[in-house]
């Protein structure tokens, strides 16, 4: 149980961690800033927030829990202004999607309380931004990924994954590295993938009449092109040398596709198809087995 | 009110066409035909059909109503194969996803029969495949395009219109070559990016680690590479003029959003997320309305 939470954004992501906490009663009170003081007016009438600072710092102070929910491009400006208020036993921790860029920027604004700093990535989220779409159970059955690093002190390691755990997410600690590898690849790309193709039919003269035509196949593969932009311009830009190496092993792939449609091999392209189905199918299988077992 | 339909194909489209209309008393009885005898026999347990057929050829004789289902490379010779059965006064339609091909192999195949062959394209389906998945609500609430062109029976074109709406599906009329393009853009592009993308994936050396944390983005973004393969290889040979000619306006707006990325140019990388942002949010928007009206 912790006595106050001093939330640095008070957007999906914070708004969600507040309200979890809140719900599991894993935090006493909780101190919020967001940098338009309307969205911190309104996370405040909410019930997100329970007082409303007037500054980052002011926001921190007295927290024995931090989180700091900002696009990532943000982080090292936003932990620098909170430096000085930080306790010196606080559990500190982010949301970013990408790690690598966060944990160097951590390093730089943090310096000796660096140690407190908890690198974490909850795999939640929605297309939806703003606190309008806090959801308390947004953690819940979902993997919250921590890249923690040598210096990082254990006991905050320990009291991040107590506290993820409470709230329902599965933690996973990886490096950084590895971190932002994978998730070049099953998330970062595909919404590369998804701005790119929405982009496309947005740019064609006759897009809006295609898109009258759209059925449940596009709804799906292009819900995440609705997502924040800066959240993403962040994202794409913090890691854009593991998603451009994911990108070019794509369009080789894509190259292949073209290839066996232009030749008209039907043997090769359905054997091609058959095996992303094969894979696809068997992701959600395992999927499906890990929320059935306990 | 038809007396008999004479199915061709009992898959999940052909299966669910058949339980709808039963279900809407829109057919007295299902005559049913699908290259595996083992399919036939399980469409008639599943009481998807009534009788089964031996050959195409038995399953539309009789029938005033014939529906080929089939992966469109098959349609030019199941519709030589049944040409000879066919009533004079009988609709028949196919579901296929692609309509210029379709169109050319039904002239081929029907000569002067072609006049009673209305093309259609139900814009309904799911990644499962097989009579199993057979769903008599599969076409409530979706659009079914007709492509009748200038030798296509008038009477007929009327008769599909009113069948299609009688099992609650909303039907839109255009030429083969608009519906190709079309669907080009918004269904069968996403589907040659989502297979190109999920082989990608399985092809890496540590594609299993990166699956295990794939969140909910990668599940709708991938959900249509878990697709039929027979069905899909036709689809994007079928139509792969217009597949090529709009990946081909793809890549370069994927090349667009690489190039931000590597310049670091934050502000344009926003802008061109938001674009695509507002143009899905947009399509969510105008598409809930739809649902929402009469």
């Known amino acids: 149980m912790f006595d106050q939470l001093g939330l ?18 894993l935090v006493k009170r909780v101190v919020g800033y967001s940098k338009s003081p309307s969205t911190t007016e309104r996370a405040r009438q909410l019930g997100v927030i329970d007082v409303a600072a007037p500054s980052a710092l002011l926001a921190v102070s007295g927290a024995d829990l931090v989180l700091v929910a900002v696009p990532v491009g943000a982080t090292e400006a936003t932990l620098k202004a909170v430096r000085h208020g930080i306790a010196e036993r606080a559990l500190l921790m982010d949301v970013g999607s990408t790690k690598s860029d966060v944990v160097e920027a951590a390093q730089r604004a943090l310096q000796e309380q660096f140690n407190t700093f908890v690198p974490a990535h909850p795999i939640a989220g929605k297309e939806l931004a703003g606190v309008e779409h806090a959801d308390g159970e947004l953690f819940k059955g979902r993997q919250v990924v921590l890249t923690p690093v040598k210096a990082t002190l254990r006991s905050n390691v320990q009291r991040a994954t107590q506290l993820w755990s409470g709230i329902g997410a599965k933690v996973v600690t990886m490096t950084p590295e590895a971190h932002d590898s ?6 970062h790309l595909p919404h590369l993938l998804a701005f790119a193709f929405t982009q496309a039919i947005a740019n064609d003269p006759q897009g809006e009449q295609f898109l009258e035509l759209a059925g449940p196949g596009f709804r799906d593969f292009s819900r995440i ?22 990108s070019k092993a794509f369009r080789e792939s894509l190259r292949r596709f073209e290839s ?34 306990p």
């Open 182 to 187: 994978a998730f070049a690849a099953v998330s």
């Open 260 to 293: 066996l449609m232009v030749a008209g091999d039907l043997q090769a392209l359905e054997a091609a198809i058959a095996e992303a189905s094969r894979v696809r199918g068997q992701w959600q299988h395992d999927k499906n087995h890990d929320k059935a077992s």
């Open 225 to 246: 092109a609705a997502s924040d932009p800066a959240v993403w311009r962040d994202i794409l830009v913090s890691n854009r040398q593991q998603v451009l190496r994911h």
């Open 8 to 25: 640095i954004g008070c957007g999906l992501m914070g708004g969600s961690f507040a309200l979890a906490l809140k719900r599991a009663k």
